[in-house]
């Protein structure tokens, strides 16, 4: 509990970004960029980006760009729209966005949109409201939203509302916090917020949190650290955030610390990830906890980063 230790996560940050050959790293070698845009903008938050070597980093995060113009999650990983959204918000934090070939990065993201007006994650064909969002944070990034038909997206998300309010990743499926703050942060982004009964869905939301403060993100579920965001960011969009008890939820991400070493855990006591620590610190963001810089909820980047981009 009490205050964020956060020298102690930006060292953790950085020597994990510095790992390569050790279990975890190799297990998550086919997300690393996944990983890098989760510590990097960890250190954005902390104002601790200058920490690292830039011109290494982007030429990195280029060189895992594929010839149809998509990103893999490593050098010579086919690409996925996954990895292509990662590699556009680590541009966006360097206000590097201009060292890529918007037109041929969107033609790639455009292609994989189906009849339907759903997205592929990529050539495999697996469709999930994930990738709806995914595809349309990172055409709004590169302000190349009219290479895809963003009407027929937002009537699919529509399509995958459930009577609870909630969103699943297809039409049908149960509600999730994860897919919920997919389909909420891609509604946002394309101002289709009005199609969404937000007292219905703030009262999902809030239900998910537990006596501990925590959030979960189904009914019964245990608190998760990484739920901080996709539940607190949804319920900030929808401005119905006033219907959970902020401070109990800063109390939990705070429990999840390990002050020793750096980094946050799911939940109190768990083993540390770069994963949670990105989740724990963009959560006490969004909760306005002193000292850090604001992220945007929708864009998942801190706000200077939108700002530049957009009101330049
Ligand atoms: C430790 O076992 C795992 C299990 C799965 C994965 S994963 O599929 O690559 N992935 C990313 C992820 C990264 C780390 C870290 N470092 C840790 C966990 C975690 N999860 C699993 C998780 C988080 N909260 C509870 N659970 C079970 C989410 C998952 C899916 C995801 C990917 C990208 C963006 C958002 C979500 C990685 C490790
Ligand atoms: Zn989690």
């Given at each position: 509990?009490?205050?964020l230790?956060a020298e102690?996560h930006?060292?953790?940050?950085?020597?994990?970004?510095?790992?390569?050959?050790?279990?975890?790293?190799?297990l998550?070698?086919?997300?690393?960029?996944?990983?890098?845009y989760w510590?990097?903008?960890?250190?954005?938050?902390?104002g601790?980006?200058?920490?690292v070597?830039?011109?290494?980093?982007?030429?990195?995060?280029?060189?895992c760009?594929?010839?149809?113009?998509?990103?893999?999650?490593?050098?010579?990983?086919?690409?996925?729209?996954l990895?292509?959204?990662?590699?556009i918000?680590?541009?966006?934090?360097?206000?590097?966005i201009?060292?890529?070939?918007?037109?041929k990065?969107?033609?790639?993201?455009?292609?994989?949109?189906?009849?339907d007006?759903?997205?592929?994650?990529?050539?495999?064909?697996?469709?999930?409201?994930?990738?709806?969002?995914?595809?349309?944070?990172?055409?709004?990034?590169?302000?190349?939203?009219?290479?895809?038909?963003?009407?027929?997206?937002?009537?699919y998300?529509?399509?995958?509302k459930?009577?609870?309010?909630?969103?699943?990743?297809?039409?049908?499926?149960?509600?999730?916090?994860?897919?919920?703050?997919?389909?909420i942060?891609?509604?946002?982004i394309?101002?289709?917020?009005?199609?969404?009964?937000?007292?219905?869905?703030?009262?999902?939301?809030?239900?998910?949190?537990?006596?501990?403060?925590?959030?979960?993100?189904r009914?019964?579920?245990?608190?998760?650290?990484?739920?901080?965001?996709?539940?607190?960011?949804?319920?900030?969009m929808?401005?119905?955030?006033?219907?959970i008890?902020?401070?109990?939820?800063?109390?939990?991400?705070?429990?999840?610390?390990d002050k020793e070493?750096?980094?946050i855990?799911?939940?109190?006591?768990?083993?540390?990830?770069?994963?949670?620590?990105?989740?724990?610190?963009?959560?006490?963001?969004?909760?306005?906890?002193?000292?850090l810089k604001?992220?945007?909820?929708?864009?998942?980047?801190?706000?200077?980063?939108?700002?530049?981009?957009?009101?330049?």
């Open positions: 509990m009490g205050e230790a102690k930006a060292k953790y940050i950085l020597t994990v970004e510095k790992k390569k050959d050790d279990i975890e790293s190799v998550m070698e086919h997300l690393r960029i996944n990983g890098a510590g990097l903008t960890t250190l954005d938050i902390l601790k980006l200058a920490a070597d830039q011109e290494t980093i982007i030429s990195w995060v280029m060189s760009q594929h010839e149809s113009g998509g990103f893999g999650g490593n050098e010579g990983h086919d690409p996925h729209l990895y292509t959204l990662s590699a918000q680590i541009l966006a934090l360097f206000n590097k201009d060292a890529l070939d918007a037109e990065v969107s033609t790639y993201i455009s292609t994989l949109q189906n009849e007006g759903s997205f592929s994650g990529d050539k495999w064909g697996e469709i999930d409201t994930r990738f709806s969002y995914v595809a349309i944070c990172s055409l709004a990034l590169l302000k190349q939203l009219d290479k895809i038909n963003v009407e027929k997206a937002v009537k998300i529509i399509s995958c459930n009577l609870d309010g909630g969103f699943g990743c297809t039409p049908g499926a149960e509600s999730h916090a994860g897919q919920i703050f997919c389909c942060g891609a509604l946002a394309t101002g289709c917020l009005h199609y969404v009964d937000k007292d219905l869905l703030g009262w999902w939301l809030c239900e998910r949190q537990v006596k501990s403060g925590g959030l979960n993100g009914p019964e579920k245990l608190p998760d650290v990484c739920y901080s965001w996709w539940v607190l960011s949804s319920l900030i929808i401005d119905r955030v006033h219907w008890d902020k401070q109990k939820l800063v109390d939990f991400i705070l429990d999840c610390q070493n750096g980094g855990s799911d939940r109190p006591d768990d083993a540390v990830d770069v994963f949670h620590t990105y989740f724990g610190v963009a959560g006490l963001s969004l909760l306005e906890y002193p000292g604001a992220i945007d909820p929708a864009y998942a980047l801190p706000v200077d980063v939108i700002d530049r981009i957009f009101l330049h």
